[in-house]
């Protein structure tokens, strides 16, 4: 194989800049596109003008995993300072610590329970009735109980996705841990960090090698795809065909950002578990740089609604009935030749930064190998139904 094809990247974010990097390293000409004017997609990060606070354009973006290799990749572009993301909830007009912990079991309850009475108080909460809990509200219900699943969990996710809690899969929930200890840090994974000068500066590292040109503010046409060997395509799946079988269902978000001098919450992220609060969230950005001083502050209030033609897709719905579409854009997709998609948007996936990470490396590994077994590269690394 001629080491100097043309390869296409269609989105600058972690994929693209992954496998665009690892591409490039062997030899390959790699030309990456972006329809947005900056690169890093929705990890962007950039100084806030205001306050000078680093600020997550796309929401909060904290960088967790266990994967060694994942961790030491990064680390390879950026400094990551220590950051343990320590989130804390209102609900009730009262302030708790979140993951549900036993700090929060007994903040609830107003109760100075231990380890072993909590775990017997919470299972006697429990609807035991559940075996096998198959939706997000199975799932509160059968591990923390009615009061907390309303508390926390129940209007949070029904402002953050816009339907029941009933019809929404358990694995949604399964995200977080509920613990009966006083470990509050929202994440169990072994490494976790910020990047000391954010992630765009780490994409544009990632991104800066002499086999690599970025074009930003271009949107991909499939029929000017031209002359590439091969495309990796991290866009939306729907968007590749324009859409022709219909729209994949997305929630999007709007951010309301107000300023405050001082500390206007005393944490990076604040949730709102009341159904009658129309947000989700308070982030305050200056938190996630705590290493840095500033006396200004920036804060973003984050509502979700249903994601429309003109707005920025963030997360996958993937109700049965997204997925049943979701499986005849797949179909679609298999018929495709020499294009892969990967990434949040390209497999329609709820991913992790690290989850996104490895896959790049992963696809653009099976890339290299294939290419030198003259073979062909799948569609899809991990078919996504
Ligand atoms: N969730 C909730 N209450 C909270 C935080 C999260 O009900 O205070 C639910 C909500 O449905 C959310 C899911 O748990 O979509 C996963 O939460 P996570 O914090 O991982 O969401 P992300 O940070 O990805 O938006």
């Known amino acids: ?28 000409l790699v030309e990456i596109i972006d329809t947005r004017d ?14 000078d606070v680093m600020v997550h354009v796309y929401g909060p973006h904290i960088f967790h995993t266990d994967d060694k290799e994942v961790w030491d990749y990064v680390n390879g572009f950026q400094k990551f300072m220590p950051y343990k993301n320590r989130v804390k909830a209102t609900t009730g007009e ?10 929060t079991i007994n903040q609830f309850f107003g109760k100075t329970l231990r380890p072993d009475e909590a775990r017997a108080f919470i299972e006697e909460k429990a609807d035991t009735s559940i075996t096998d809990p198959q939706s997000f509200e199975d799932q509160g219900l059968r591990f923390v109980g009615r009061e907390l699943y309303e508390a926390f969990f129940q209007g949070y996710t029904q402002k953050q996705w816009g339907c029941s809690p009933r019809d929404l899969p358990a694995s949604i929930l399964k995200r977080l841990p509920v613990r009966f200890n006083y470990d509050d840090d929202y ?7 910020m990047p000391e000068t954010g992630y765009t500066d780490m994409v544009a590292k990632i991104l800066d090698h002499p086999g690599i040109t970025v074009t930003l503010s271009t949107q991909f046409k499939r029929t000017q795809a031209g ?7 991290s866009g939306p799946l729907d968007g590749y065909f ?8 997305y929630r999007t978000l709007d951010f309301e950002r107000f300023t405050y001098n001082g500390d206007y919450q005393g944490c ?10 129309p947000f989700t969230r308070i982030t305050e950005h200056k938190h996630f740089s705590p290493w840095e001083q500033h006396e200004g502050s920036v804060c973003y209030r984050e509502f979700s609604r249903e994601c429309g033609p003109g707005d920025i897709p963030y997360y996958p719905v993937r109700l049965v009935r997204d997925k049943e579409q979701l499986s005849k854009y797949v179909a679609r997709a298999e018929q495709e030749k020499a294009v892969t998609f990967v990434g949040r948007l390209g497999t329609y996936r709820y991913l992790d930064m690290d989850v996104t990470i490895r896959e790049a490396l992963d696809t653009a590994r099976l890339f290299i190998a294939r290419r030198n077994a003259g073979a062909e590269m799948p569609v899809f690394l991990n078919r996504p139904v």
């Open 38 to 51: 900056h690169i890093a997609g929705n990890c962007h990060t950039e100084r806030d003008e205001e306050t």
């Open 94 to 103: 009262r302030v708790y610590s979140l993951p549900v912990n036993l700090h």
């Open 242 to 249: 324009d859409f022709e079988l219909g729209r994949l269902a």
């Open 187 to 193: 994440f169990f994974h072994k490494y976790q960090g």
């Open 1 to 28: 194989m001629p080491m100097d094809e043309r390869i296409l990247i269609v989105g600058a974010g972690l994929s693209g800049a992954v496998i665009g990097r690892e591409l490039a390293l062997a030899g390959h």
């Open 268 to 277: 990076a992220v604040m949730n709102y578990g009341d159904a009658a609060v």
């Open 227 to 233: 002359s590439a060997q091969h495309i990796f395509y």
